[in-house]
């Protein structure tokens, strides 16, 4: 779940630093264009041009398989509220898992006032803010029973069921208030998450015989129209040879590249290793985890340090391959490149291979979430080394 309470990890350039660290949503996009004059001679201009241009080309990529992938679960979705069973519920689960396989990486590009962030339009709220009240969307199971609560169970302030109410509602009235996105379809297919040893159990049967199965089926259907038309308006923004915020990316070089940074930068301390990771660990509440209605949260730990990785190496989807921000570094210094290369990999390798889900391991073994916290922050320090040496002073807080 991408928690709003930080939107979050702030990344901001001030008199020509590129600031790194958590901080408030009003401050994460403060200020954000700005290089030192060292930056433009400490590297070569015409490399540079290139990784701005190869990322570009990448984040075009990410997004495509991203909105390809939500499509299929648009259509898993309706195939299942058409004809609720054990069988169309699976499918539409795997659907969701698939596409949030593409979409976590896309994260690297966040934070930097792009089309998915931008303060006045950008859709990332919609798509993925975190954590969630379910109350706020469907019945939860109270101290007492089911408590039949939230907005599909509330005809009286809410008779009829929209994009443009469900829309309207998103954060309205409160930063958990989420009635949008890839966590409200998460908690509609699989339910709380009430069990010590698995994920949500929410039965077909909501959609069948259940109190407002109707309305809760044409939530769920609007949910992933929603999610797919919010993810294209992204993907537009990149599309190449258009009149786009691409263009004007790709022109600023050493604005671009400073962007980069700030992506990575703050994806990987202020958002992965602060507010998705210790803040868990510190409450060992799985509430605070990032999937929790599906145990899957190994998946976003792991898909966020894919993304950082494929910015660095300039590897994206679909084979796309060129040179990357790690081109860079390593002109500058070729030492900690060879060590953020090195670490970021680690990193990677340790969150692919967690022996445990997300919430067994805050029970009982956050030592395995505390390494790959330690290893994030080495990660980031090794970033804001790598900018340094590029003439850009990125402060990452470690």
């Known amino acids: ?20 660290g958590a901080c408030s949503s009003s401050d994460t996009n403060e200020g954000a264009s700005k290089t030192t004059e060292a930056a433009k001679t400490n590297f070569d201009q015409a490399q540079a041009k290139k990784v701005v241009a ?39 689960k795997d659907a969701w898992v698939a596409g949030r396989v593409d979409y976590r990486p896309t994260e690297a590009f966040r934070f930097y006032d792009g089309p998915i962030d931008e303060p006045e339009t950008g859709p990332e709220g919609r798509i993925n803010a975190w954590p969630m009240d ?43 208030n989420i009635s949008t996105g890839w966590h409200a379809i998460e908690f509609l297919l699989w339910g709380q998450d009430l069990s010590e040893t698995g994920p949500g159990s929410r039965p077909f049967t909501d959609y069948t015989t259940a109190q407002n199965a109707e309305r809760r089926a044409q939530y769920l259907t609007l949910l992933g129209e929603i999610l797919v038309s919010d993810l294209q308006s992204v993907a537009d923004a990149w599309t190449p040879d258009a009149d786009n ?17 700030r992506g990575i ?35 976003d730990v792991a ?11 300039g590897a994206y989807p679909g084979g796309l391959s060129g040179p990357g921000l790690i081109t860079l570094i390593g002109e500058a210094d070729k ?15 340790e969150a692919e291979n967690l022996p445990e889900t997300f919430d067994q391991l805050l029970a009982n073994n956050t030592a395995a979430l505390e ?28």
């Not at 602060?274 to 990032?290: I, K, L, S």
């Open 265 to 299: 930068g703050a994806l990987t301390v202020g958002e992965l290793s602060g507010e998705r990771m210790a803040v868990a660990v510190e409450t060992q509440d799985q509430e605070d985890e990032h999937s929790c209605f599906s145990d899957t949260t190994n998946g």
């Open 303 to 313: 898909g966020n340090i894919a993304g950082v990785k494929m910015v660095l190496d």
């Open 335 to 349: 030492t900690t490149a060879a060590e953020l290369t090195t670490q970021t990999a680690a990193t990677l390798a």
């Open 134 to 176: 379910e109350a706020y969307v469907d019945y939860v199971q109270g101290a007492d029973g089911v408590d039949w609560v939230g907005i599909i169970n509330d005809p009286t302030n809410y008779p009829e069921i929209t994009k443009d109410v469900l829309v309207e509602a998103n954060e309205k009235d409160g930063e958990e």
């Open 245 to 261: 915020y691409r263009k004007t990316f790709v022109a600023d070089t050493n604005t671009a590249i400073a962007h980069i940074f």
């Open 54 to 92: 190869h990322y570009a080309d990448g984040v075009a990529a990410s997004y495509a398989a991203s909105v390809a992938s939500a499509k299929k679960l648009e259509a898993s979705l309706k195939a299942f509220t058409a004809s609720p069973s054990d069988a169309t519920l699976s499918a539409a």
């Open 1 to 20: 779940m991408n928690r709003r309470l930080l939107t979050t990890a702030g990344a901001v350039i001030v008199s020509g630093s590129l600031l790194l």
């Open 371 to 398: 390494a790959i916290i330690d290893g994030l922050t080495e990660q980031g320090k090794l970033i804001a080394q790598g900018a340094k040496k590029m003439g850009i002073e990125v402060d990452t807080g470690v």
